[in-house]
Structures are given as structure tokens and as C-alpha cells.
């Protein structure tokens, strides 16, 4: 067996039950999310999976912590996010002249930060890069700093094509009581040191 096939395994166990509750969530009409906390001063990142309904209040689902994490595409495959604020990259370039008169291109790297709720671009010149949360695809999701020593971002989530197929797969699994999927509250620790050998 290849190692990536234990860390697919892996993450089948682990996630089966988010799959799960997202597909409750849909079911049910509640609305799901994810706040991730991203720390500038540690290896660790925070991500709360909270559903509400209607008319009621955001209850959460799991706590996760994970060491080193990357983009959340790689880490949540299975999802689609729309973040409160997304960041784009962009791109321009200004003319420009050496010590001799000869002009030269100069390229410039920002990016644009948009409301996803209103759809309005922020206007803000001091944009800070720290702020960005890679969602995969060239995609960003713009968080708020708290404290100096945290930011925080705000999503929506919903179960993505890949994420589809794995709920239909448990329902499968479900009804052969072949395996049984629990969509509790819980919380859950994701670090090298945990999967070691003992």
C-alpha cells in the first residue's frame, strides 16, 4: 500500500463524520460554516465547523486543530467555500525610467479584497498580505486580525462534487451496516506525533 493511500484512508475516517453532518445540515435547511483561526505565532491552525437554523443560533459541530496546515482545498477536499471576504490576486505594471533615460517595466502584486454578501469591493490601501487565507485554485479568503496574534476567518460551506460522492458512499455503507457514521459534536487534534507508531 502506498503511503498516500493510508493518508486517504485516514482521512475518510476522520472526515466521514463532517461529510455527514454537512449532508444533515442540507436535509435539514441549516446553514454551515467554518471559522478558522490562523495563528502568526504557531504551527497551528483552528478551524470550528458550526450549522444553524433559520431562526436559531450557530451551534458547533467540531473543533479542529491541526499542525501545519495547508490550503484548505487540500485539507478539506471534499468542500466548497465561499469566504465572508475573498481575496484575488492582481497584477500591473508601470513604465518606468534608469539612470539613462532608457524606461523599463516595473510589475506590481496586490490583491482585491470583495464582501461576498454585498458583492462590494473594499477600498483599502493598507491591505496586509498576512491577512490571506489560501483556499487552493488561486483563491483567498481575507481574514480580520484580533489581539496582533490571530486572525480569523469566516465561511460558508457546502459539500463540494467530491464531497457528493462521499456522502452517497456512506449512505451506501450506512444502510449494508457495513460501517456506522456518528455526527456528534466532537473535537479532534491533527499533528504528525499523533499518527506515530508506538
Same mark, same amino acid.
Given at each position: ?26 436535509? @435539514?435547511?441549516? !446553514? ?22 433559520? +431562526?436559531? @443560533? ?27 471576504? @475573498? ?6 505594471? +508601470?513604465?518606468?525610467?534608469?539612470? !539613462?533615460?532608457?524606461?523599463? +517595466? ?68 450506512? @444502510? ?23
Amino acid at each position: 500500500m502506498r503511503p498516500e493511500d493510508d493518508k486517504d484512508i485516514a482521512r475518510f475516517l476522520r472526515d466521514s463524520s463532517v461529510v455527514q453532518w454537512l449532508h444533515n445540515c442540507r436535509e @435539514e435547511g441549516r !446553514d454551515a460554516r467554518q471559522t478558522v483561526i490562523k495563528w502568526m505565532s504557531k504551527m497551528r491552525a483552528e478551524v470550528y465547523f458550526q450549522s444553524k437554523a433559520q +431562526e436559531g @443560533e450557530w451551534e458547533s459541530f467540531r473543533t479542529h486543530w491541526q499542525f501545519s496546515m495547508g490550503d484548505l482545498s487540500s485539507t478539506f477536499p471534499y468542500l466548497a467555500f465561499t469566504p465572508a471576504l @475573498e481575496a484575488l490576486p492582481v497584477r500591473w505594471s +508601470e513604465t518606468d525610467e534608469d539612470f !539613462d533615460g532608457t524606461p523599463f +517595466e516595473v510589475w506590481h502584486e496586490s490583491f482585491s479584497v470583495t464582501d461576498t454578501s454585498t458583492g462590494d469591493e473594499l477600498n483599502d490601501e493598507e491591505f496586509d498580505g498576512e491577512c490571506l487565507l489560501d483556499l487552493g485554485n488561486e483563491r483567498y479568503s481575507y481574514g480580520d486580525v484580533g489581539g496582533g496574534e490571530m486572525i480569523e476567518h469566516r465561511l460558508a460551506i457546502d459539500l463540494n462534487e467530491i464531497g457528493e460522492r462521499w456522502a452517497a458512499t456512506l449512505q451506501v455503507l450506512v @444502510e449494508a451496516e457495513v460501517m456506522s457514521v456518528e455526527a456528534e459534536p466532537h473535537m479532534i487534534s491533527v499533528a504528525p506525533w499523533h499518527a506515530r507508531d508506538v
